[in-house]
């Protein structure tokens, strides 16, 4: 295990899968639209505006979903734990292979046991 920075402190790698329903669509895409308009972005540096932005919002659930999401806030009420990095993304359908369910960790995922 590799230290980063001071002695006391370890770099370790967290897996996470979050499985949600949506009860509201409307909610959902109004909140995500919402944080787009507040977004600091340079509308004249992106290849589309913020009407046609908000569009697609409104027209794809999953991008919605993945614009809110907030990876950083998994580990915020976790004392002694630091956010270092990571993505949040959203897909269609069944879950990958690789994310299937297997006793509690991913397929790939190294067995503790051995």
Same mark, same amino acid.
């Given at each position: ?8 402190? @370890?770099?370790l790698q ?20 919402a ?22 919002? @409104? ?13 950083? @806030?998994?580990?915020d ?6 956010? @270092? ?8 359908g069944?879950?990958r292979?690789s ?14 046991a051995?």
């Amino acid at each position: 295990m590799t230290t980063d920075g001071d002695p006391g402190s @370890r770099r370790l790698q967290l897996y996470c899968r979050i499985d949600v329903t949506v009860t509201d669509p409307t909610a959902l895409t109004d909140h995500a639209v919402a944080e787009l308009h507040a977004a600091d972005v340079d509308w004249a540096q992106e290849e589309d505006d913020l009407p046609s932005a908000s569009a697609e919002l @409104r027209a794809d659930l999953t991008r919605a979903l993945a614009s809110v999401a907030d990876v950083t @806030r998994v580990v915020d009420t976790i004392p002694g734990v630091e956010f @270092r990095g990571g993505v949040c993304w959203a897909e269609t359908g069944p879950p990958r292979a690789s994310f299937a369910p297997t006793g509690g960790r991913p397929a790939t995922a190294p067995d503790p046991a051995e």
